[in-house]
């Protein structure tokens, strides 16, 4: 079981993250992983970064999920 919630979002307090992972031979031990972040649904601007360590990809999500709890926070309080 996951502690996922279904539920709206308001306008303007929605994001998305996106990993699509992949090997490329003739390297197939490793792996790419292609993230692309939305910081804001509502807007048209997206950031993409590939990466190709495990620990990358825990390191990006992680400092997005970070910027986006910090701004769903400021905005609560305003």
Do not use: C, N
């Not at 792996?31 to 825990?58: G, H, N, Q």
């Amino acid at each position: 079981m996951s502690d996922q919630a279904h539920s709206e979002s308001a306008p303007g307090t929605g994001a998305a993250l996106v990993i699509r992972v992949w090997r490329d031979p003739p390297d197939a031990a490793g792996f790419k992983a292609r993230i692309t972040r939305r910081p804001d649904l509502a807007a048209d601007a997206e950031t993409t970064t590939v990466v190709t360590s495990p620990e990358a990809v825990y390191s990006e999500v992680r400092a997005w999920l970070e910027r986006f709890i910090d701004r769903s926070s400021h905005e609560g309080s305003a």
